[in-house]
């Protein structure tokens, strides 16, 4: 970290003593003591930073509770949902906050999660932030299961496993920069495939009849109720 200029350390309120924007990226179950612990040691502060939370699930109300100092000033908080592309610098990220935050914060915040996303959405509902996670913040793993089966299947067909891996990421990697590259819709996209009678018609009608919708369907609220139950039971 020394080379780019990060200076980095164990404690929480070490790391946040001077600290104007503070990202909260601790696991939903640790929130509550993070906060508590933070709120706590913010006490003797004139200001308190900008929090930016990327926990799945868990609500401002909550948060707002946790980091209420004692003298009743509560941190502006928004409330994010990034996904590991973030890594690469092709996140997807969902942001919401309410009207307690300024739109000098909120551009920070979309700012900070820009810096690593493609796609950065604000939602101006709260309990979207557990669609977001439904659909991009756990969405690289669907993606990740897919190219696996893939792996899976064209090896048992007969490729050899490291041909079946080149062959599957390849075809990933094509398929997402046509779908942003291209200014054709995704279905046309699925059309442009799918030759009359041909093999894709073939695996997509093998798609449909094991209820291929609905399985997606069922996974992305899944995802989003598991976030929301997250809310509820750690609120
Ligand atoms: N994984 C993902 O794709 C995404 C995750 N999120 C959210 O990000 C958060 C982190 O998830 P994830 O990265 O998967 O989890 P990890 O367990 O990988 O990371 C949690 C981090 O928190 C640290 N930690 C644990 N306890 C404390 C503490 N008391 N104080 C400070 N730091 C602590 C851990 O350090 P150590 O290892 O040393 O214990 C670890 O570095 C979650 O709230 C999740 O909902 C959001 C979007 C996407
Ligand atoms: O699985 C999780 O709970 C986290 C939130 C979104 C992605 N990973």
């Excluded at 959405?121 to 979207?128: H, P």
């Excluded at 793993?141 to 390849?170: C, D, N, P």
């Excluded at 075809?171 to 996209?189: D, W």
Aim: charged residues 25%.
């Amino acid at each position: 970290m020394k080379d780019i200029g990060v200076r980095t350390t164990e404690s929480n309120v070490e790391a946040s003593q001077d600290a104007d924007l503070l990202v909260l990226a601790v696991k939903p179950q640790v929130t509550k003591a993070v906060c508590q612990e933070l709120a706590g040691a913010w006490a003797q502060r004139s200001t308190t930073p900008l929090i930016i939370s990327i926990a799945a699930g868990i609500t401002l109300s909550s948060m707002r509770e946790w980091l209420r100092l004692a003298d009743g000033r509560v941190p502006h908080i928004v409330r994010v949902m990034p996904n590991t592309p973030a890594l690469v610098g092709e996140g997807a990220s969902g942001l919401y906050a309410d009207e307690g935050v300024s739109s000098s914060e909120k551009d920070l915040a979309a700012a900070l999660l820009a810096s690593v996303s493609k796609a950065t959405e604000w939602v101006d509902r709260e309990e979207l932030i557990d669609v977001v996670t439904g659909l991009s913040g756990s969405g690289p793993a669907y993606f990740f299961a897919m190219v696996e089966h893939l792996i899976e299947s064209g090896t048992k067909l007969g490729l050899s496993r490291e041909q079946a891996t080149r062959l599957a990421k390849q075809t990933c990697l094509g398929a997402g920069k046509m779908l942003v590259e291209s200014t054709e819709e995704p279905a046309q996209l699925r059309r442009n495939v799918t030759s009359p009678n041909g093999t894709t018609a073939a695996a997509l009608e093998s798609f449909e009849a094991s209820g291929f919708n609905d399985i997606v369907d069922k996974a992305v609220k899944a995802a989003t109720s598991r976030g929301e139950e997250l809310g509820k039971t750690l609120g």
